[in-house]
């Protein structure tokens, strides 16, 4: 077994590991957009039938993982490693979903990045023989998120045009050795990149030079272009930052508009839903992949996907204190076939 170095940030897997089954689960607005056919589960209880808001986010990935297993036909035994994150102080949404399940358990913050953390770390379990099936949940609720670091809903705060909408969803996947895919093919682990924004509601322009590095760093690393993907994703950006993506790469003579999309901007109707720039949290991008991203890989409709992650590094207390906003994007490319 061998995992190959490429240039700085990248990595090849060999042998590339599986995707074995995945699951997805959303709360009631986004069960109003335009992937909601694509969820697993869509609840119109935000509260998940929990007395609190944190305590629905640790429910949701409870149900995901379960969702996860089921479709697999395997149990938490068979599980060699989860890694968990969101967005809650200290992970405590990811931490009281695995509690007393005696699964080997990795608590990880990317912020909305996680996801794609996870799939990096857990692919480079899997392919360095370290596990055989690992489990990567990943999950974030809007009332959870706004309670943590904007403010109570019931103070009736004006959101600024920049704002996103934190996603109330959870994605699941296990990965493992065998299985008929999608596959893990290769990884961009990413920088952390600060160019100084400050303001906490405009994370899509904070997070989009990462992603921009990310990027880059993955084509030069690896050989590749654009058009060596079906899609691109970020998650997410929103709209202003995907625009922004966009311009970055038009600076360096590359148009990537058409094989690029954002989580954030996917998963909601900007007109139709009043979310203005988009969706946002750990819930984002996992939700998307884990439904609507890997159903189209699983349909042979998308063959290469590259799924990058990316994630604004503040605490409410850094925001306070004035600081700007380091942000992280992890690169991920899935294929339909192994190679």
């Keep these: ?92 949404g990811s931490s009281f979903s695995m509690r007393n399940l005696e699964i080997p358990t990795f608590g990880l913050y990317g912020a909305c990045s996680t996801m794609a953390e996870g799939l990096l770390l ?64 290769s990884a961009t682990i990413g920088t952390i990149v600060d160019c100084g924004i400050k303001d906490a509601n405009n994370m899509g322009a904070a997070m989009a030079p990462a992603a921009y590095q990310t990027l880059s760093a993955h084509f030069n690393d690896l050989g590749l272009t654009p058009n060596d993907y079906d899609l691109i994703v970020t998650g997410d950006l929103g709209v202003l930052g995907a625009q922004i993506v966009r311009d970055l790469f038009l600076m360096d003579g590359i148009d990537i508009g058409a094989h690029y999309n954002d989580c954030g901007v996917m998963i ?28 189209q890989m699983r349909r042979h409709e998308l063959k290469r996907l590259l799924f990058c992650g990316t994630g604004a590094l503040l605490s409410p207390l850094s925001t306070q204190q004035g600081e700007s906003i380091p942000a992280v994007c992890h690169a991920v490319s899935i294929c339909t076939e192994r190679s």
């Design 268 to 295: 909601f109707d900007p007109q139709g839903q009043d979310v203005h720039c988009g969706g946002s949290g750990c819930g984002c991008s996992a939700s998307v992949l884990c439904g609507h991203l890997l159903g």
């Design 122 to 185: 857990s692919g480079m379990a899997i392919s360095g023989g370290f596990c055989r099936k690992t489990i990567n949940l990943s999950s974030s609720h809007f009332a959870s998120s706004e309670r943590q670091y904007r403010f109570p809903l019931g103070y009736g705060g004006q959101r600024t045009p920049t704002a996103q909408w934190t996603v109330t969803g959870a994605g699941a996947i296990i990965l493992g050795t065998e299985g008929d895919g999608p596959f893990l093919k």
């Design 1 to 92: 077994m061998e995992t190959v170095h490429q240039g700085k940030q990248s990595i090849l897997f060999f042998p590339q590991p599986a995707i074995i089954s995945y699951a997805s689960v959303a709360g009631k607005k986004e069960g109003q957009g335009p992937l909601a056919a694509t969820f697993d589960v869509t609840s119109q209880d935000t509260k998940f039938g929990q007395k609190t808001w944190e305590k629905a986010e640790t429910q949701m990935q409870k149900t995901v993982m379960q969702l996860a297993l089921q479709k697999a036909d395997l149990k938490e035994s068979d599980l060699d490693a989860a890694f968990v994150g969101d967005l809650l102080n200290q992970c405590v």
